[in-house]
């Protein structure tokens, strides 16, 4: 694998790697820190990926990183939370810039699910992947990967935020 | 009330939410939470949560994809060449590590098959008046073996540089 092939490989794929993980943490710089931090670990296993599956593995890797930076800020500011409580002068640092408030928990209880529940989730949610596809991706059976969904969703739906949003009418239930 | 156990429509429900259940099995979950409160209370809230997931999830602008023209130089290509010197220096290491390691090894084979030193004579176990005598013994045996080590590894090194040289 020679360095012009990695090169073609990252300008092929980096706008799909960057909006994987621009869905997720909703800004510029932290999708691109997601998309250089996919880059980086395709470097190290670039032997090991193929051409053909190549795009697939970044975006996922991407919307992995993505999950975790959205884990990393979403400590940051608890942290910063509970610092506000003693300090009010760094309250305004507390809050989060980037998205709309009630985005940013639905993505921070995302992120804080088990990593591969929220893994399955994202890439069934935002890269639209199927079951079968997705298991072909992480090399686990179509079974697997919908526990983990079943799983992940079931724990979403105990987070306060699900609560006060409206919820759908009886009929939907027979639409499609 | 449908044949479907309570448990059995549970499990399937995030599955209906995200449109993945097969269209049988769509219509019989379908029928047993329009007649069950409980589990079409669980329905709905599922269903908020795949919806607030999608509307939580942003798009860029093609702004933001166009400021990714020259991401390679900027973000890749350095990190790239940090990561080659950090590995040529490792390897570095390595190899020399692995060059006196050689050197070492050789030169104690040379010292063995040269050496004619006779094998030590049992040591007697040694009676209390006699004990500082012994550790005498026993400190001059392991400083004859360092010192043939030390010696080992300066004939490896020296044969390792004649046969560069040659």
């Known amino acids: ?176 | 009330m449908t044949d479907l156990s309570h448990e059995s429509c549970r499990n399937d429900l995030p599955l209906l939410a995200s449109g993945d259940l097969s269209r049988e099995r769509q219509q019989e979950v379908r029928a047993h939470i329009a007649e069950c409160p409980s589990c079409h209370a669980e329905w709905q809230r599922g269903t908020t949560v795949l919806r607030e997931l999608r509307a939580a999830g942003a798009t860029p602008d093609s702004s933001s994809t166009a400021a990714l023209e020259d991401f390679f130089e900027r973000r890749i290509a350095p990190e790239v060449r940090a990561r080659r010197r950090r590995g040529a220096r490792v390897l570095g290491v390595v190899a020399r590590a692995a060059v006196v390691l050689l050197a070492f090894s050789a030169g104690m084979l040379l010292e063995r098959l040269t050496s004619t030193a006779t094998p030590p004579a049992s040591v007697p176990q040694p009676s209390p008046s006699q004990a500082s005598r012994v550790d005498r013994t026993a400190l001059d045996q392991a400083y004859e073996q360092s010192s043939r080590g030390q010696h080992g590894l300066a004939r490896g090194l020296l044969a390792l540089r004649s046969l560069r040289d040659s």
């Open chain 1, 1 to 176: 694998m020679t360095d012009d092939r990695y090169r073609q490989w990252i300008e092929s794929h980096k706008v799909d790697g960057y909006r994987a993980a621009f869905r997720v943490v909703g800004n510029h710089e932290d999708a691109l820190d997601a998309l250089q931090e996919a880059s980086l670990r395709l470097y190290e296993r670039r032997h090991a990926v193929t051409p053909t599956t190549v795009g697939a593995w970044i975006r996922r890797v991407a919307t992995n990183a993505a999950i975790d930076l959205v884990r990393r800020r979403a400590t940051q500011r608890r942290a910063l939370t509970q610092a506000s409580h003693r300090h009010p002068e760094v309250a305004s640092a507390a809050a989060p810039a980037e998205h709309a408030e009630a985005h940013q928990q639905v993505l921070d209880s995302l992120a804080a699910l088990p990593p591969r529940q929220s893994e399955v989730i994202a890439l069934r949610v935002y890269e639209e992947l199927s079951f079968v596809e997705i298991a072909a991706q992480l090399g686990i059976s179509e079974t697997t990967a919908k526990t983990h969904f079943r799983r992940g969703i079931t724990t979403l739906q105990q987070h306060p935020w699900v609560q006060t949003a409206k919820l759908p009418h009886r009929h939907d239930a027979n639409r499609h």
